[in-house]
């Protein structure tokens, strides 16, 4: 998912700077982990490296397909206890990506759903009370447009892709974190 940044900005500078005019940054990698941790204490980095069996398990959890298995979550601490988890992603709307954050609580519940940057003309993009339904969402049959999730006029794309990419990161989240600290010997 952090390769996705990268091509982004070295697409932008091999094309001179050039972004159209609709194209938009809403907050930076660090705003954004300070909107998801307002008053921690710790920030720790955790990449996950998944397996054939475990990414087989959360394009099953998911409904969709995941590309790569590697993963970065953003561990929120305070007083050594954790708070939450922050994930960074990308998909391509139309023709052109949305970055987003994801936070996560430690449950595995959804706390926040955050566009950072968004290409496509602004009219695609949902509002915010739209991405406020996602708010203690868990990855269930719930978590889709029509169900769950209230369908959106004129952001169809751009709803459909955010649900995946939520169903996506809940399901590693799921399969990575959450079943990993149940595997932890003595931890029953």
Known sequence: MGIFFGIIIFVTTLVGGWTPA??????TKEDALKLAFPDIQEIEK??????????KKIEEFAKTKIEGRVFTFYVGKKDSKVIGYAIFGSNVVRTKPEVYMAVINPDGSLRLIEILAFYEPEEY??????FRQ?????????L??????NA????TMSANGIIREVRK??????????????????KR
Do not use: C, M
């Open 125 to 130: 993009l949902p509002s915010k009370k739209w």
């Open 152 to 155: 959106i006029s004129g952001a």
């Open 169 to 186: 990161v809940l399901a590693v989240f799921k399969v990575a974190i959450l079943e990993e600290k149940d595997e932890i010997p003595g």
């Open 134 to 142: 996602f708010h203690n969402k868990t990855l269930d049959d719930d």
């Open 46 to 55: 955790k990449t996950v490296f998944l397996d054939e069996v475990q990414e």
């Open 22 to 27: 609709y194209a938009k940054v809403y907050h």
């Open 144 to 149: 889709w447009l029509k169900r769950g999730i």
